[in-house]
């Protein structure tokens, strides 16, 4: 056997670890799994074996066997390892049609890492231009979900923004501003993405398995939860790398039956092209919450020649000795967020935010937008860590600014019936269903 061909699937799982009532022990019987259109090299066979060392005392400079660190059925010993699961892809969306995230491998994926809310409208048109960051909808205003990212199509670029109010006298009202007059244009909702906030803190959507194929060997993961997530460009084509804790990896590989051609979205992929980097204007509510009015920040458009985008969730085991997985869940119990920028054109106004304080918003867009396409991330309440005054000049071409924001705690959504509001950190993907 020599051929290294392989594949990696996704499936979700109902219950965390996926253990059957009778045995205590995984069961993918009742797994979906949906091959993964990621680069093949970050998929190997995962994990460790844990176990636990004998130090006894002994006669002579030899060692002995350690322990495996598992249960027992059937009088023998369950294979048990532990580890992470790594990928990478493109965020090719879902297109149109009847396609939806919960019933696919990118939802699955950013599903076992964030909380997400859809909400119900796709798309609408402006039908009253109110200002820069207000209108009347055609719709009902209060069918948007507050904290939810949408985009607008203007002068050929794709321009995204936050809902902070979705009930200002039948109008709703966004964050930072788009740059022209809209009226009568599409908006699209995306949907969002967002770490559990307030009584939802700790959760995810869900935990997923990982199924890896190969020629003459099979492995499954368990428990899965995203550890982190990592944005960059490959030539303009933004790439997620994304690394998986898993609490349990067992083979199968008498069961092998090859890789399994992966599953491709109908959308288009995210591209850091026709769209653009913004900051607002001025500061967000940040430490106090907006009791009347969401915030309706103005916006300044950057220069950017590159950007890395890191998510890290702190993972803990609830710990428990009642299965093999050795826990009942993993909670989410910190996220850090930290976006790096290169700008290819110093920006001047925002020189002296790092010793100000000051906190922006910050929303980098991607194209093509329409239904089932386009994307942005945004940290609504952002600080800087680096002094932007300080230029590079280290290249032989240009100057350069290199700005580090983190998230900080953002308070200019109205809250509404989503947990959505207020969160530090959003990623959406265009929908059609």
């Given at each position: 056997?020599s051929?290294t061909?392989r594949s990696?699937s996704?499936?979700?799982?109902?219950?965390?670890?996926s253990?059957?009532?009778?045995?205590g022990?995984?069961?993918?019987?009742?797994?979906?799994?949906?091959?993964?259109p990621?680069?093949?090299?970050?998929?190997?066979?995962?994990?460790?074996?844990?176990?636990?060392?004998?130090t006894?005392?002994?006669?002579?400079?030899y060692?002995l066997?350690?322990?495996?660190?598992t249960?027992?059925?059937?009088?023998?010993?369950?294979?048990?390892r532990?580890?992470?699961?790594?990928?990478?892809?493109?965020l090719?969306?879902?297109?149109?049609g009847s396609a939806?995230?919960t019933t696919?491998?990118?939802g699955?994926?950013?599903?076992?890492?964030?909380r997400?809310?859809a909400g119900?409208?796709?798309?609408?048109?402006?039908?009253?231009y109110?200002n820069a960051?207000?209108?009347?909808?055609?719709?009902?205003?209060?069918?948007?979900t507050?904290?939810?990212l949408?985009?607008?199509?203007?002068?050929?670029?794709?321009?995204?923004?936050a809902i902070t109010?979705d009930?200002v006298?039948?109008?709703?009202?966004?964050?930072?501003?788009?740059?022209?007059?809209?009226?009568?244009?599409?908006v699209y909702?995306?949907?969002?993405?967002?770490?559990?906030?307030?009584?939802?803190?700790?959760?995810?959507a869900?935990?997923?398995?990982?199924?890896?194929?190969?020629?003459g060997?099979?492995s499954?993961?368990?428990?899965?939860?995203?550890?982190?997530?990592?944005?960059?460009l490959?030539?303009?084509?933004?790439m997620?790398?994304?690394t998986?804790?898993?609490?349990?990896?067992?083979?199968?590989?008498?069961?092998?039956?090859g890789?399994i051609?992966?599953?491709?979205?109908?959308g288009a992929?995210c591209?850091?092209r026709?769209?653009?980097?913004?900051?607002?204007?001025?500061?967000?509510?940040?430490?106090?919450d907006a009791s009347?009015?969401?915030?309706t920040l103005?916006?300044?458009?950057?220069?950017?020649?590159d950007?890395?985008?890191t998510v890290t969730?702190?993972?803990?085991?609830?710990?428990h000795?009642n299965?093999?997985?050795?826990?009942s869940d993993m909670?989410?119990?910190?996220?850090?967020?930290?976006?790096s920028?290169t700008?290819?054109?110093i920006?001047?106004?925002?020189?002296n935010?790092?010793?100000n304080?000051?906190?922006?918003?910050?929303?980098?867009?991607?194209?093509p937008?329409?239904?089932?396409?386009?994307?942005?991330?945004?940290?609504?309440a952002a600080?800087?860590?680096?002094?932007?005054?300080?230029?590079?000049p280290?290249?032989?071409?240009?100057?350069?600014?290199q700005?580090?924001y983190?998230a900080?705690?953002?308070?200019g959504d109205?809250?509404?019936?989503?947990?959505?509001?207020?969160?530090p950190f959003?990623?959406?993907?265009?929908?059609?269903?």
């Open positions: 056997m051929v061909h990696l996704v499936a979700v799982e109902s219950s965390f670890g253990l059957s009532p009778s045995t022990l995984p069961d993918n019987s009742g797994l979906t799994y949906v091959s993964i990621c680069e093949r090299d970050p998929i190997i066979i995962y994990g460790d074996p844990v176990v636990s060392e004998r006894d005392a002994r006669d002579g400079t060692s066997p350690p322990e495996p660190d249960v027992w059925s059937g009088g023998s010993r369950v294979r048990r532990t580890g992470q699961v790594t990928l990478r892809l493109d090719t969306t879902v297109g149109t939806a995230y696919n491998y990118l699955y994926l950013l599903g076992a890492g964030f997400t809310v119900t409208l796709q798309s609408d048109t402006v039908a009253v109110q960051n207000q209108y009347t909808p055609t719709a009902t205003s209060t069918d948007y507050v904290g939810s949408l985009g607008v199509n203007l002068n050929g670029r794709a321009e995204y923004g109010d009930d006298s039948g109008d709703v009202t966004f964050s930072p501003a788009f740059s022209a007059n809209y009226d009568g244009q599409t909702s995306l949907q969002t993405w967002y770490p559990g906030q307030r009584t939802q803190l700790g959760t995810t869900h935990s997923v398995s990982f199924r890896v194929d190969g020629v060997f099979r499954y993961a368990y428990g899965c939860r995203l550890e982190s997530m990592q944005l960059s490959d030539n303009g084509r933004v997620a790398d994304l998986y804790q898993a609490a349990l990896i067992q083979d199968d590989h008498g069961a092998a039956v890789p051609e992966p599953v491709y979205n109908s992929p591209f850091f026709g769209s653009y980097a913004v900051i607002s204007s001025t500061s967000p509510t940040s430490l106090t009347s009015t969401g915030d103005g916006r300044i458009a950057l220069d950017v020649d950007f890395t985008l969730n702190t993972l803990t085991p609830q710990g000795s299965s093999i997985l050795a826990m909670e989410v119990s910190d996220v850090d967020v930290e976006l920028l700008l290819s054109t920006n001047t106004t925002i020189n935010d790092f010793f304080r000051t906190l922006r918003q910050v929303v980098i867009g991607f194209g937008l329409g239904l089932g396409q386009g994307g942005a991330f945004m940290l609504p600080y800087l860590t680096t002094d932007p005054s300080k230029y590079d280290s290249g032989n071409d240009i100057t350069r600014q700005l580090t983190k900080s705690r953002f308070g109205i809250a509404d019936v989503s947990e959505t509001y207020n969160t959003r990623i959406g993907l265009g929908r059609q269903a």
